[in-house]
């Protein structure tokens, strides 16, 4: 089942990535169901599927190819500039969900939930949830004081800020420290808070705002101080888990 199920995503992932040029997507974003490459990329998909498989299980691959499509289809007819990266992620969810459902048809399995949320894998989806979400809504109410006089004192620069890249960059770093921390590489934190530095020295160093400067170390020091509290206490807690 392992087997069938790894040739499956492997065909879907070169049909939908690997052999779907920018100018298909483009055109089919265009033109919706008129568009050529629309079928040209249906073909893609069934020509994998019957390689990986081997012509086996041809129903299945029937259900697939033409699930996909309508699939597709809807996508592009309900597809515009302020909803395509959630209908992207929609498209991948269905499409594996197909992908599933024939798994399923081919192999009945059954799925035991407790088994899936045992004791370990909630508290590993918890930390992760705090070290990602929760430590930086923690952070926002810590560094709150400061918002505002830094916002007042920090002088735009020439390219600005893309939207929420902060954001972003705070729930990485703790995850990389989180992960490190799980895998014993101590030292591996040691490059990440370097190579921050690096990136972020240019920038503190040409503006020359010390109220910046010191935000940004203050935000950065309780970070990664939450990230390695955080993989030390799921440490020590599966530790008390382990039979």
Known sequence: MMLLALKL????????????????????LKNKGKSKYLYFHIGVHALALLL????????????????????????????????????????????????FGML???????????TIFTENT?????????VTYVSGIV?????????????????PG??????NAGTYIGMLERLFVFGF???QQWAAIGLLIAAKSVFRFGDLNKGKNRKLTEYVLIGTLLSFGLAILSGMLYLYLTDQLAP
């Open 181 to 183: 921390i799980l895998m």
């Open 104 to 114: 399923y048809w081919i192999f009945p399995f059954t799925l035991d939930f407790k």
């Open 9 to 28: 995503i492997l065909a879907h992932f070169i049909g939908d990535f690997v052999l779907q040029p920018a100018h298909w997507v483009k055109d089919k």
């Open 52 to 99: 990986l498989l081997q012509f086996q299980y041809l129903g299945a691959i029937a259900v697939i190819i033409v699930t996909h499509y309508l699939i597709d289809l809807g996508k592009l007819s309900l597809t515009n500039p302020k909803n395509y990266r959630w209908l992207f992620v929609v498209d991948q969810v269905l499409h594996l969900l197909v992908l």
């Open 158 to 163: 020439e390219g600005g800020s893309l939207k």
């Open 139 to 155: 952070m926002r109410m810590f560094l709150a004081p400061y918002i505002d006089e830094v916002a007042k004192s920090d002088e």
């Open 122 to 130: 909630l508290l590993l989806i918890t930390f992760l949830v705090f």
